[in-house]
């Protein structure tokens, strides 16, 4: 028996208004690290020449309900019509709820919706749309909106090197029954030992009482230098393989973290075409991917999207996806 095509059926995305350029003299103790220490954290993370901030009082929730509904008109889909709300909003007003229930109520859907926060930053959206997907195989949904929206400009330490291309984003899409994006397998892993590599936490030690991502001494550093960097490449090349096909297959949208990440990625998947926002939107952490999809996705020329993503867990999750 032939088993149903599962697709995304439309994306949408949303930005906030206030734009922070690469000079804004909030880097300024960054680009001094980079100058004075060599390789170090500062020296990593490059690429992008603006993003966008929330502004105070800026509601993450709204931001990411916005990019739900242009999801749900690009598809073609009512409110009404959705019976799964998957994603995550980061950093949410409450440690619980996340304001995914939030989403929920602003974005119009109905009591009947079954919300299920997804906290697995950074793939929050790739695994949400894999749970979403094997729910629709199921025969326990029909429509789902995924949906992740982050705010983490209000979340970094300004003196460490990862903030410099943080940017606030939300992005979404609908999944259904359809026959173009056809989602086709995916592939992760996880690799707990290097849980406490990458932390989203109060840093007394430095002076911060509020939750800020970081990577932690030694180990964050040595996280992002191995298994970040030859993870992603690693599982790809699995699931090309398994089915088949090459680099030369797909188009490539993954995580958007600097680009010495993407370059490197570039340089050992060798996709035919790599999509990404990183130059005007920065790192948007958990809403890169949906970000970029919505914005080029009645573009792709290649038969094959990969869709790649990593987490701070720390896991890697790659979905194929049948163009």
Known sequence: ??????????????????????????????????????????????????????????????????????????????????????????????????????????????????????????????????????????????????????????NVDYAQGHAFGIGDGAGAAVLGFGERLVLVDYAAETFSDEYGAMTMRPRPEVGIDKPVYGLEPARGLHAFLNTGMDGPPRLVDRLLRKHGLTGDDITLVSHQATRKLLDHWNEKIRPREYLHTIEDC?????????????RHHRELRTKYLVLFGIGIGAHHMALLVRV
Not at 14 to 19: C, S, Y
Not at 93 to 107: D, M, W
Not at 131 to 143: D, K, P, Q, T, V
């Open 1 to 154: 028996m032939t088993r149903p095509s599962i697709s995304f059926l439309g994306f949408g995305a949303a930005l906030p208004e206030r734009v922070r350029t690469s000079a804004d003299p909030i880097f300024d103790r960054i680009r001094e690290a980079a100058r004075a220490q060599g390789q170090s954290e500062a020296s990593l993370f490059y690429g992008n020449r603006e993003h966008r901030c929330l502004t105070p009082g800026e509601s993450l929730a709204s931001l990411t309900a916005k990019a739900g509904r242009a999801a749900l008109e690009d598809a073609g889909v009512r409110p009404e019509w959705v019976d799964r709300l998957y994603g995550y909003v980061s950093v949410s007003e409450f440690i619980t709820p996340n304001e995914l229930y939030e989403v929920h109520r602003q974005a119009g859907l109905g009591p009947h919706v079954l919300v299920v926060p997804v906290q697995s930053d950074f793939a929050n959206f790739l695994m949400g749309s894999v749970l979403a997907w094997e729910a629709i195989l199921a025969g326990h949904s029909e429509r789902a909106l995924v949906a992740v929206g982050a705010g983490w400009t209000r």
């Open 282 to 294: 920065g790192n948007m952490a958990l809403a890169s991917i949906p970000v970029t999809l919505a």
